[in-house]
């Protein structure tokens, strides 16, 4: 052998680059036969999920037959409404042992039924009893039925569907009559004389706004819109020492944000889809744990508000009762009351 032969068969060998085009048809073959696989795996787990779904879209009833309620765009959270910490400095009392304590009295003496709820008001029974205020005399007790369809327990479906069948109701502790003052209000919700006991205020909860009923005076029997186009959905209203109203909200229209209650206000269809998927319990995990307080002016203008934005120490806020300096907080889902010292607020 040569010098020049041994050279050549050292000669290192050349990369080899490995494309489609010199690939064997046996891995071509088995490639394509993957994908197919992975393809029709694919197609049948969308099915295995997409069919049940619209299968209980069909054959499923919704609880509600909502109708379209159109708002104006929410006010702006800048100056009396700018968000602050102030309902964090609250302490809480009687913590977990309570449940959803929604409203709070200052009360003492015997209890008594004046009127049962199973009494047929105008042909009407009364399904979801409320709030209610009483003159300094106790003669007349103003009340909320919020609805005739619907109970406590179905709050939030009675929200979403937005019946108009709440009425606002007076009683008369002498002569045990009945009568319905404002009737076709969307639940109607918390109940306030005014400091001279001429008008009520009734909190229409669906429609963002507080109504007044005058019950005395020149105006008497006639209506009117106190305020309209809160922040929030407003629960309860009672008296501040200022002369005008704490109202708390059960849920905010955050301005600048997103407030889901406003964007499915318009699409009922939505409203119906959802409730036939999900549970009361599972849509309120969606809502915002936002805590808001407004103190309104004699006015029905917007004097001060509280806010807990992240709903770290007070959450979902009822009413807002105000007694020796200080506001206590009722809420519908949280275990205990609030008391805020209102000086340091």
Same mark, same amino acid.
């Given at each position: 052998?040569?010098?020049?032969?041994?050279?050549?068969?050292?000669?290192?060998?050349?990369?080899?680059?490995?494309?489609?085009?010199?690939?064997?048809?046996?891995?071509?073959?088995?490639?394509?036969?993957?994908?197919?696989?992975?393809?029709?795996?694919?197609?049948?787990?969308?099915?295995?999920?997409?069919?049940?779904?619209?299968?209980?879209? #069909? *054959? $499923? !009833?919704?609880?509600?037959? +909502?109708?379209?309620?159109?708002?104006?765009?929410?006010?702006? =959270?800048?100056? &009396?409404?700018?968000?602050?910490?102030?309902?964090?400095?609250?302490?809480?009392?009687?913590?977990?042992?309570?449940?959803?304590?929604?409203?709070?009295?200052?009360?003492?003496?015997?209890?008594?039924?004046?009127?049962?709820?199973?009494?047929?008001?105008?042909?009407?029974?009364?399904?979801?009893?409320?709030?209610?205020?009483?003159?300094?005399?106790?003669?007349?007790?103003?009340?909320?039925?919020?609805?005739?369809?619907?109970?406590?327990?179905?709050?939030?479906?009675?929200?979403?569907?937005?019946?108009?069948?709440?009425?606002?109701?007076?009683?008369?502790?002498?002569?045990?009559?009945?009568? #319905? *003052? $404002? !009737?076709?209000?969307?639940? +109607?919700?918390?109940?306030?004389?005014?400091?001279?006991?001429? =008008?009520?205020? &009734?909190?229409?909860?669906?429609?963002?706004?507080?109504?007044?009923?005058?019950?005395?005076?020149?105006?008497?029997?006639?209506?009117?819109?106190?305020?309209?186009?809160?922040?929030?959905?407003?629960?309860?209203?009672?008296?501040?020492?200022?002369?005008?109203?704490?109202?708390?909200?059960?849920?905010?229209?955050?301005?600048?944000?997103?407030?889901?209650?406003?964007?499915?206000?318009?699409?009922?269809?939505?409203?119906?889809?959802?409730?036939?998927?999900?549970?009361?319990?599972?849509?309120?995990?969606?809502?915002?744990?936002?805590?808001?307080?407004?103190?309104?002016?004699?006015?029905?203008?917007?004097?001060?508000?509280?806010?807990?934005?992240?709903?770290?120490?007070?959450?979902?806020?009822?009413?807002?009762?105000?007694?020796?300096?200080?506001?206590?907080?009722?809420?519908?889902?949280?275990?205990?009351?609030?008391?805020?010292?209102?000086?340091?607020?």
């Amino acid at each position: 052998m040569t010098e020049a032969d041994g050279l050549r068969q050292r000669r290192p060998l050349r990369p080899q680059v490995v494309t489609d085009d010199n690939r064997t048809p046996e891995a071509k073959g088995g490639s394509s036969f993957s994908g197919r696989v992975f393809r029709a795996t694919f197609l049948m787990l969308a099915a295995f999920l997409t069919i049940p779904l619209l299968g209980a879209l #069909v *054959l $499923l !009833d919704s609880p509600i037959d +909502p109708e379209s309620l159109s708002f104006k765009e929410p006010p702006l =959270f800048l100056g &009396v409404l700018q968000p602050n910490t102030k309902l964090q400095q609250v302490e809480r009392l009687f913590e977990n042992q309570l449940v959803g304590p929604e409203s709070i009295a200052n009360i003492g003496g015997e209890v008594k039924l004046l009127l049962s709820s199973e009494t047929p008001i105008e042909g009407r029974k009364m399904s979801f009893l409320n709030d209610l205020t009483v003159t300094r005399d106790g003669r007349k007790i103003y009340f909320t039925d919020s609805s005739s369809k619907w109970q406590r327990r179905d709050y939030l479906l009675l929200l979403m569907e937005g019946r108009d069948d709440g009425r606002l109701l007076e009683y008369d502790t002498q002569t045990k009559e009945v009568k #319905v *003052l $404002l !009737d076709h209000l969307r639940f +109607p919700n918390g109940v306030q004389l005014s400091p001279a006991e001429d =008008f009520v205020l &009734v909190a229409e909860l669906a429609m963002v706004r507080i109504r007044r009923f005058y019950v005395s005076g020149l105006m008497k029997g006639g209506a009117d819109v106190f305020v309209e186009n809160l922040p929030g959905f407003p629960d309860n209203i009672r008296a501040s020492s200022s002369g005008g109203y704490w109202v708390s909200m059960a849920a905010i229209r955050a301005n600048p944000g997103f407030s889901m209650l406003d964007f499915l206000s318009e699409r009922p269809y939505l409203k119906k889809v959802i409730f036939k998927l999900f549970s009361q319990e599972t849509v309120m995990k969606f809502v915002p744990r936002y805590s808001l307080v407004l103190e309104l002016s004699d006015s029905g203008a917007f004097r001060r508000s509280l806010h807990d934005p992240e709903g770290q120490v007070v959450t979902y806020v009822s009413e807002a009762h105000e007694h020796n300096g200080h506001l206590y907080l009722g809420s519908f889902r949280a275990p205990y009351l609030c008391r805020l010292r209102l000086q340091s607020a």
